[in-house]
């Protein structure tokens, strides 16, 4: 089964077709600039059975426009798929399994559209275009919430007016969920532990957001964002953590203006406002020999990390390891060691030259005496993804056999 899979960003669309069971990918590439007109074009880089990426612009005014594209670059190299699978960030209370989409699917995604202002309603679009030029292709929506829907009532429950609560459903819901599922799975298989007695704590480090996740016996427990993906970690533009008196002063400031807080908050916040010159935590690296405003934001950064990285592995009790990916999580090897240094308290022991020269994933960089072994995967949504697609309509399959 060629299964093609969607990964739509609020201006970017990434795409796979991969062969399942298999896992060979047969193309892929990545849409950018997607929406209003920027400084530079819009630009799709496509590869073909993992050659060199070729770039083809493209008027690409919605993600509806960025799909037909994407499929005329298929078509051309005479390449089909079976059925189509769409990561939607935000499933709500409504969704916690990958699920094959019809008009009453659409309907319930309709509904809690709001709940992702920036990543659902493209992906929607996206979505409707799809079945729209497509009817006869089996179409699947997987969540990046669903894997955060095993969180515990306790962990998820937040301490206001339980009515309201209900009513608005507001409690964590959790994010990066695809990606934490993906390299837990892949690091049971790397030491050989069976999933479901299988505990850690997935640091997934993008250089846009970041989230780590308490896993127990396979399972997410807790995850650093909540309600949005606003909560926890300090990100590139977002503020994680904040004292919600401090939104009730930000919305006194301006008056009332809900789009303005919101703006702040979510894009100029972060990395960004620590340093003043960039919400790329890797240029701040570089920049903080100067003892001064780029040493204080690393500080910061790396600060709210070791502090949930403690709070989980607490809450996990016996990890088996503690695993590192995405963009920052697998290439900046300062942020590992200074997040896991002086953790022995924990059973936590770090090889610094191994941890300084690992460049080939995945690989182990604790120390042979650890007792939680320091692991870095390079995650991967799209494959997750088909994944998750090829299960769902076997399964379908199978019960409509039956």
């Known amino acids: 089964m060629k299964i093609l899979v969607f990964n739509c960003g609020s201006s970017s669309l990434k795409y796979r077709l991969i062969q399942m069971p298999d896992e060979c990918e047969l193309a892929g590439g990545e849409a950018q600039r997607v929406g209003p007109p920027t400084a530079a074009p819009a630009r799709i880089y496509h590869s073909v059975g993992g050659g060199e990426p070729q770039v083809h612009y493209a008027e690409m005014p919605d993600h509806g426009t960025a799909f037909t594209a994407v499929m005329d670059l298929l078509v051309d190299e005479g390449l089909t798929c079976d059925a189509v699978g769409h990561r939607v960030v935000h499933g709500g209370v ?12 659409m309907s319930r995604l309709e509904e809690i559209s709001g709940l992702a202002p920036l990543h659902n309603p493209p992906t929607l679009n996206l979505i409707r275009v799809s079945r729209k030029m497509y009817p006869a292709l089996p179409q699947v929506a997987v969540f990046d919430t669903a894997f955060h829907s095993t969180i515990p009532e306790k962990a998820f429950t937040y301490a206001i007016p339980q009515d309201l609560s209900q009513k608005y459903g507001l409690r964590k819901y959790g994010f990066h969920g695809t990606s934490h599922e993906f390299v837990v799975e892949e690091a049971a298989r790397m030491l050989q532990q069976p999933l479901e007695q299988f505990s850690a704590v997935s640091c997934h480090l993008g250089s846009g957001g970041a989230s780590l996740c308490a896993v127990v016996n396979g399972k997410s427990v807790d995850n650093t964002m909540g309600y949005s993906p606003m909560q926890g970690l300090v ?9 919600p008196a401090l939104t009730l002063n930000l919305l006194a400031y301006t008056q009332g203006n809900e789009d303005s807080v919101e703006n702040i908050l979510n894009k100029q916040s972060g990395v960004l406002a620590l340093s003043g010159v960039s919400g790329d ?4 690296l570089t920049l903080r020999g100067d003892g001064g405003r780029a040493s204080r934001t690393a500080e910061i950064y790396l600060w709210r990390i070791r502090k949930y990285l403690g709070a989980y592995l607490t809450v996990v009790g016996h990890a088996s390891a503690v695993i590192f990916t ?64 090829y299960t769902a309509l076997v399964s379908e399959h199978r019960s409509a056999a039956r």
Do not use: W
Request: proline share 3%; aromatic share 4%.
């Open 281 to 284: 935590i890797r240029d701040i």
């Open 326 to 389: 995405d963009t920052i999580g697998e290439n900046i090897h300062e942020v590992r060691e200074r997040v896991c240094r002086d953790l022995e308290i924990f059973g936590l022991k770090i090889d610094l030259e191994k941890n300084r020269t690992a460049d080939s994933f995945p690989c182990d960089v604790a120390t042979p005496d650890s007792l939680v072994r320091i692991l870095i995967i390079r995650t991967n949504e799209e494959l997750a993804i088909a994944r998750r697609v």
């Open 235 to 243: 990100m590139s533009t977002r503020c994680g953590d904040i004292d």
């Open 94 to 105: 409504l969704f916690s399994q990958p699920t094959v989409i019809d008009e009453s699917s």
